[in-house]
């Protein structure tokens, strides 16, 4: 099998036996990297740009470690350190990175539709979106998506709650689009100033602005940062108040008398959207998330080469 696109742009698009694709493979590389030799030769000749205008720890170390465990050669760009700030343009940088001989890009930045952008313009290379704004995180949906199925078996008819500041978040798009598709029910939490007034019928989403019911409701909990660079003005009293109405600590996980799983994409703020002493529970598994992250995306840079049935 292979999959139906060139590009991973986002989840919104893909169809749900690619998703399966991936997360089938994704299982198949997990069992390599438990292997005293973690590394295959499957990407041998194939160079990747990781084309980063944003900061990132887990998906750009995750994405550099997969193309490194599939024997990619991997270039890193970030525009700290690049010509951007000589006022070059996000497609003559990519244009001339792409005259080295490069096969595939991934790509970080900050806004929503770039890597589209891209590829449009350059279609006859795959471009992986890590993130593009307050749009979509397609691997991070994915990684959340095979962390649950690792934790407590198959997506459908499983009740996942998204808890937080939904508005700002890309993860929060793409595990939408992703856990529907897959069959799961879709909760949203959190203050109404963070929850978009369409999300109910434009995503078919439930809204419980009561966490604690919402955490009753739910198999899985999934919170997500206050992406306080991303809002314009002040959308709620301060960060204090968030923790005390939408925190999750471990009174408020005792008090709905079932163990649920934690799952947060990172970074966490610690006292802000989730208390120290539940990040690092047993009922946690963002570590988890973080090590099957590279699985995931040596699946998705291993089916977007071409070099699959090679
Ligand atoms: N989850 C996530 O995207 O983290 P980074 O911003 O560190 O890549």
């Given at each position: 099998?292979?999959?139906?696109?060139?590009?991973?742009?986002?989840?919104?698009?893909?169809?749900?036996?690619?998703?399966?694709?991936?997360?089938?493979?994704?299982?198949?590389?997990?069992?390599?990297?438990?292997?005293?030799?973690?590394?295959?030769?499957?990407?041998?000749?194939?160079?990747?740009?990781?084309?980063?205008?944003?900061?990132?720890?887990?998906?750009?170390?995750?994405?550099?470690?997969?193309?490194?465990?599939?024997?990619?050669?991997?270039?890193?760009?970030?525009?700290?350190?690049?010509?951007?700030?000589?006022?070059?343009?996000?497609?003559?940088?990519?244009?001339?990175?792409?005259?080295?001989?490069?096969?595939?890009?991934?790509?970080?930045?900050?806004?929503?539709?770039?890597?589209?952008?891209?590829?449009?313009?350059?279609?006859?290379?795959?471009?992986?979106?890590?993130?593009?704004?307050?749009?979509?995180?397609?691997?991070?949906?994915l990684l959340d998506a095979f962390s649950i199925e690792e934790k407590i078996g198959t997506l459908e008819g499983?009740?996942?709650?998204?808890?937080?500041?939904?508005?700002?978040?890309?993860?929060?798009?793409?595990?939408?689009?992703?856990?529907?598709?897959?069959?799961?029910?879709?909760?949203?939490?959190?203050?109404?100033?963070?929850?978009?007034?369409?999300?109910?019928?434009?995503?078919?989403?439930?809204?419980?602005?009561?966490?604690?019911?919402?955490?009753?409701?739910?198999?899985?909990?999934?919170?997500?940062?206050?992406?306080?660079?991303?809002?314009?003005?002040?959308?709620?009293?301060?960060?204090?108040?968030?923790?005390?109405?939408?925190?999750?600590?471990?009174?408020?996980?005792?008090?709905?008398?079932?163990?649920?799983?934690?799952?947060?994409?990172?970074?966490?703020?610690?006292?802000?959207?989730?208390?120290?002493?539940?990040?690092?529970?047993?009922?946690?598994?963002?570590?988890?998330?973080?090590?099957?992250?590279?699985?995931?995306?040596?699946?998705?840079?291993?089916?977007?080469?071409?070099?699959?049935?090679?």
């Amino acid at each position: 099998m292979q999959l139906s696109t060139k590009h991973l742009l986002g989840i919104k698009d893909l169809p749900a036996s690619d998703i399966s694709l991936i997360l089938s493979t994704a299982q198949q590389f997990k069992e390599v990297l438990q292997r005293p030799i973690k590394k295959v030769p499957s990407l041998r000749d194939v160079t990747v740009v990781n084309l980063f205008y944003e900061n990132s720890t887990r998906t750009r170390i995750s994405f550099e470690l997969a193309e490194k465990r599939l024997s990619a050669d991997t270039i890193n760009f970030t525009t700290s350190s690049s010509s951007v700030s000589k006022g070059e343009t996000l497609l003559d940088t990519v244009h001339n990175i792409l005259s080295m001989k490069v096969d595939m890009v991934v790509m970080r930045h900050s806004a929503s539709g770039a890597p589209h952008f891209l590829a449009k313009h350059l279609p006859h290379t795959a471009i992986i979106n890590a993130g593009d704004g307050i749009n979509e995180h397609p691997t991070q949906a994915l990684l959340d998506a095979f962390s649950i199925e690792e934790k407590i078996g198959t997506l459908e008819g499983k009740k996942i709650v998204l808890v937080g500041d939904i508005m700002h978040s890309r993860v929060a798009l793409s595990n939408i689009y992703l856990l529907k598709k897959m069959g799961a029910e879709v909760m949203l939490s959190g203050p109404p100033t963070l929850i978009p007034n369409y999300a109910k019928e434009a995503l078919g989403v439930q809204v419980e602005y009561n966490l604690a019911k919402a955490l009753k409701w739910c198999d899985v909990a999934n919170v997500l940062r206050i992406q306080l660079e991303r809002q314009q003005q002040v959308l709620f009293s301060s960060l204090r108040e968030y923790n005390l109405a939408y925190g999750i600590s471990s009174k408020l996980l005792a008090s709905i008398n079932k163990e649920i799983v934690i799952m947060h994409p990172g970074p966490i703020n610690r006292g802000v959207e989730i208390d120290s002493e539940v990040a690092d529970s047993h009922q946690s598994i963002i570590l988890q998330q973080v090590e099957n992250g590279v699985a995931v995306r040596m699946a998705v840079l291993y089916l977007l080469s071409g070099k699959k049935g090679e």
